[in-house]
C-alpha cells in the first residue's frame, strides 16, 4: 500500500476515533450534569472531561452568582496556586467573552501570570444569563510540541458549554425550589407552632426539638380516628395534648376528660356508662362520658389505675363502639375517639397480670411519649413568659421582672414534677414577689438548694415554705411577718402558723 495512502487512512481513523471520544464524552457529561449534584461538583466534572478529550496543559472553569460574585472554580495543570473564583471574574477574558457573546482564541500572550502559545476560552450561557466561563492553555502532544487546538476541538468545548449551561441552570433552580421548599416548613412550622399556642383556651410552647416532635406526630394523627396513648411522666402535659388532639381533629362534638383514678370503680362505671333510674333508692337516669362524648373526643387520664373488671367492660365499649347503661341491658351506639393517658409502665403492668394485653393493644393505636421538662430546657423561658403573664392577668397584677440567677436555677433544676411544677413555682413566686422575682426567692420556694431532689411542689407547699422563709426573717414575730406578706395576722394564724 502506498505509504502516502496509509498515512491518510491512519490519520482518518485517528479523527474518527477522535469524533467518537468526543460524542462518547458528550454523553457521559449530560448524564453527571444532570445528576443531582452541589455545584462544585458538577464544575470540577467538567473540565475532568473536557481535559480528558482535549488536553491542555492548564485548564480553569469558573461559575458566578447573579450579583457577580464567584460560586465555584475548578482548575487544572496549574504549578502554582491556581487563581481564585473573583480574580478570573475581575479579569480582561470574562469582559471579552461577555462583550462577544461567544468563545475567543488569543495566542501568545500572558493569562494569569502564565505565559501561553494558544488559549481558548468560551462561556457558560443558558437564555441569555452568563453563569461562567472555561478556559483552556496550550494543547499538549507528544508528537507536535507546537500543536494547537483544532476548529473541532473549539466546537466540542462549545457543545460542552452549552450543555453545562442548561445543566447548572437546572441545577440552580432545583437548589432555589429546595431553598424555598425549606424556608416554607420553618415558616409552616412557626405558624403551627402560633396556632398550637392558641388551641383550647391555653397557650402552648413547642419550641423544643424533643417536643416538636411530638407536636409533629400529634398535627398528622389528630385528623384520624386512630386511637391514641399518651405516655410521660406525671405533670408533662398530657391532658393539654388532649385538647390539642381534639382541637386539631375536626371533630364536632366536646372533649369530655375523666380520670380513672379519681373514683372507685362502682361509681365510674356509671360514670363512664351511664345508669339507668331506680337501680338503687333515689339514683337517676344519667348519660356516661362515653355518650356525652358522642361524636367527639373521649379522654381517659390515668387509664394504668383502671380496675380489670372495668378493663373488660372498656374493650368491650371500644370494640362494639356502643355502651349500655348501669342496669340496663340495651346497646347505645356511639361514635366516640378514644385519647387515654398513663404515667404508669402498662408493658409491666400486662406482663403483671394487672392491665389487659388486648385492651393495651386497642389503646395504644399511636403511642406517644412527651418528653419531661428537664428534656426540653430549650422551653423553660416561654414557659416561664407565659405562666407569668397568665397568672398576673388572672390575678390582675402587674408582672415581676425574673431576675438572669433566677433563669438560671429554673434553667438548671430537674423539675421531678415536670411543667405542672414550674407552672406552680412561677405562681407562687410572682404572687410572693417584690417587683423581682431573685434567685433566693426561688430556692426558697424549692426547697433550699435548688438541687434535683426536691419533690414536686403544689401551690400550698410554695405559699407554707415561703410563709416559713419570712417568719425567720422576722425572727417569728407574726405581725412583722404578716406585713411583709401584705396579710393581716388573723389570715396567716388560719394558714397554720
Known amino acids: 500500500m502506498d505509504p502516502v495512502e496509509v498515512l491518510t487512512r491512519r490519520t482518518t481513523d485517528f479523527a474518527e476515533k477522535r469524533r467518537i471520544l468526543q460524542l462518547e464524552t458528550l454523553y457521559d457529561l449530560a448524564l453527571a450534569l444532570h445528576a443531582d449534584r452541589p455545584e462544585g461538583e458538577l464544575v470540577e466534572e467538567l473540565l475532568q472531561q473536557v481535559c480528558a478529550v482535549l ?89 507536535d510540541p507546537e500543536s494547537a487546538f483544532s476548529r473541532a476541538d473549539r466546537r466540542f468545548l462549545d457543545s460542552v458549554a452549552a450543555l453545562a449551561g442548561v445543566a447548572l441552570d437546572s441545577a440552580r433552580q432545583l437548589e432555589d425550589l429546595t431553598t424555598q421548599r425549606e424556608r416554607l416548613q420553618e415558616e409552616n412550622k412557626i405558624l403551627k407552632g402560633r396556632l398550637v399556642e392558641e388551641v383550647a383556651g ?32 406525671s405533670g408533662t402535659g398530657k391532658e393539654l395534648m388532649a385538647k390539642l388532639i381534639h382541637s386539631l381533629s375536626g371533630r364536632a362534638g366536646a372533649l369530655i376528660a375523666i380520670n380513672c383514678a379519681a373514683m372507685p370503680e362502682t361509681l365510674l362505671e356509671s360514670e363512664l356508662f351511664g345508669i339507668e333510674g331506680g337501680v338503687a333508692t333515689g339514683v337517676q337516669a344519667r348519660r356516661g362520658k362515653f355518650e356525652l362524648a358522642d361524636g367527639g373526643t373521649l379522654f381517659l387520664d390515668e387509664i394504668g389505675d383502671l380496675e380489670l373488671a372495668l378493663q373488660v ?108 411544677e414550674l407552672q406552680n413555682m412561677i405562681e407562687g413566686a410572682v404572687s410572693l414577689a417584690d417587683g423581682v422575682v431573685d434567685v433566693e426567692l426561688l430556692r426558697s420556694l424549692i426547697g433550699g438548694s435548688g438541687d434535683d431532689t426536691a419533690g414536686p411542689l403544689d401551690l400550698s407547699t410554695v405559699e407554707r415554705r415561703h410563709i416559713d422563709r419570712v417568719l425567720r426573717l422576722t425572727g417569728g414575730n407574726k405581725s412583722a411577718a404578716a406585713k411583709i406578706l401584705g396579710i393581716d395576722r388573723r389570715t396567716l394564724q388560719r394558714k397554720g402558723f
Open 313 to 420: 367492660k372498656l374493650l368491650r365499649a371500644l370494640q362494639e363502639r356502643e355502651v349500655t347503661h348501669v342496669g340496663s341491658h340495651k346497646a347505645v351506639p356511639v361514635d366516640v375517639r378514644v385519647i387515654a393517658a398513663t404515667h404508669r409502665n402498662l408493658e409491666s403492668l400486662v406482663t403483671e397480670g394487672r392491665f389487659r394485653e388486648d385492651l393495651y393493644y386497642r389503646l395504644k393505636g399511636v403511642d406517644v411519649e412527651l418528653p419531661p421538662l428537664r428534656q426540653r430546657r430549650q422551653d423553660i423561658p416561654q414557659l416561664v413568659r407565659l405562666f407569668s403573664e397568665d397568672f398576673c392577668r388572672r390575678e390582675e397584677i402587674a408582672t415581676p421582672q425574673i431576675d438572669a440567677e433566677a433563669l438560671a436555677l429554673l434553667l438548671a433544676y430537674d423539675y421531678p414534677g415536670n411543667v405542672r
Open 55 to 143: 488536553d491542555p496543559a492548564t485548564a480553569t472553569a469558573v461559575t458566578r452568582d447573579p450579583f457577580g460574585g464567584a460560586r465555584a472554580v475548578a482548575s487544572v495543570g496549574w504549578l502554582d496556586k491556581p487563581p481564585a473564583g473573583d480574580e478570573l471574574l475581575a479579569d480582561s477574558l470574562w469582559r471579552d467573552l461577555l462583550a462577544q457573546g461567544s468563545g475567543l482564541v488569543r495566542r501568545d500572550g500572558e493569562w494569569m501570570g502564565r505565559t501561553f502559545r494558544e488559549l481558548i476560552a468560551t462561556p457558560l450561557v443558558y437564555r441569555g444569563v452568563y453563569l461562567g466561563f472555561i478556559a483552556l492553555l496550550d494543547k499538549e502532544s507528544r508528537a
Open 202 to 233: 391555653h397557650r402552648f410552647v413547642a419550641q423544643a426539638p424533643a417536643m416538636r416532635r411530638v407536636v409533629d406526630v400529634v398535627e398528622r394523627v389528630a385528623p384520624r380516628k386512630v386511637t391514641i396513648l399518651l405516655k410521660g411522666e
